[in-house]
C-alpha cells in the first residue's frame, strides 16, 4: 500500500494591514522570477565560421540519424554523446563532415519538402 504523505500546512496570508505595514518598512515583494530556455554555447563547436548552424542541427532528429548512422553510437542518449562527436567530425574537417550529411539526406529521400535543417520548402504555384 502507498505510504501517504501527510497534507502540508496551508500557507499564512498576509492581511491587507499587514502588507501595507510590510510596504511602509519597505519590504516590497521581490521581482517576479521567470524561467527561459537556454540553448547550447556555440562556441563548443569551436570557431567554425562556415555559416552551419550546428548548434540547431543537433536537435534535428534526422541529423542525430546521420550522427547514428555515421558513429554507430545508441539512439537512446544521443544528447549525451552527439556534440563530442560532431566536434571531432568538425575538427578532422568540417566542410567534409556536412557535404556527408546534406548527401546522406538527399540520398534518404525521405524530407523532399525540407531543407537539412527541418524547415519546410515551400513551392511557388504558378
Request: proline share 4%.
Amino acid at each position: 500500500m502507498a505510504e501517504q504523505v501527510p497534507d502540508k500546512p496551508k500557507r499564512k496570508r498576509r492581511t491587507k494591514a499587514e502588507m501595507e505595514a510590510a510596504r511602509a518598512a519597505g519590504m516590497e515583494k521581490p521581482p517576479t522570477q521567470g524561467v527561459g530556455v537556454i540553448g547550447i554555447n556555440d562556441s563548443a563547436f569551436g570557431a567554425d565560421t562556415s555559416g552551419v548552424r550546428w548548434e540547431a542541427l543537433i536537435h534535428i532528429p534526422k541529423f542525430q540519424a546521420f550522427c547514428i548512422e555515421k558513429s554507430k553510437l545508441s539512439y537512446e542518449n544521443v544528447m549525451d554523446w552527439i556534440i563530442d562527436f560532431c566536434v571531432a567530425e568538425l575538427n578532422k574537417d568540417a566542410s567534409r563532415f556536412f557535404e556527408e550529411y546534406k548527401k546522406w539526406h538527399d540520398a534518404k529521400g525521405y524530407w523532399k519538402n525540407e531543407t537539412i535543417y527541418g524547415e519546410l520548402i515551400v513551392n511557388a504555384i504558378s
